[in-house]
Nanobody, 123 residues
Framework: QVQLVESGGGSVQTGGSLRLSCAVSGLTSSAYCLKWFRQVPGKEREGVAR???????WYKDSVKGRFTISQDNAKNTLYLQMDSLKPEDTAMYYC?????????????????WGQGTQVIVTS
């Protein structure tokens, strides 16, 4: 059974930092993309940062230079270091996993999700 459990959310002031963690268990192989999403009530969920099995990393433009995604394979944990936080980063943050295709490691179907962790950035 695949499980993803986020932690590390909280409330910080503008300019502060948080590190989110996502403990991953039950994946049968390492050929998965891991991605952080966020969602604000009334708005669509959006991708924030993703790491492919190859190590290729993608960031949403608005978080480039402020957020860093990483993973510790020994601990089966995904991280999102968030620095220089802004009020517009306030959201529920989710980690998710998708099986990567054999060719080009494309990941489209994020079928495994955590329960989310709330981030609040106050001005």
């Amino acid at each position: 059974q695949v499980q993803l459990v986020e932690s590390g959310g909280g409330s910080v002031q503008t300019g502060g930092s948080l590190r989110l963690s996502c403990a991953v268990s039950g994946l049968t192989s390492s050929a998965y993309c891991l991605k952080w999403f966020r969602q604000v009530p009334g708005k669509e969920r959006e991708g924030v940062a993703r790491i492919k099995p190859t190590g290729t990393i993608w960031y949403k433009d608005s978080v480039k230079g402020r957020f860093t995604i990483s993973q510790d394979n020994a601990k089966n944990t995904l991280y999102l270091q968030m620095d220089s936080l802004k009020p517009e980063d306030t959201a529920m943050y989710y980690c998710a996993a998708a099986a990567a295709s054999a060719i080009n490691f494309v990941c489209n179907d994020y079928s495994y999700w955590g329960q989310g962790t709330q981030v609040i950035v106050t001005s």
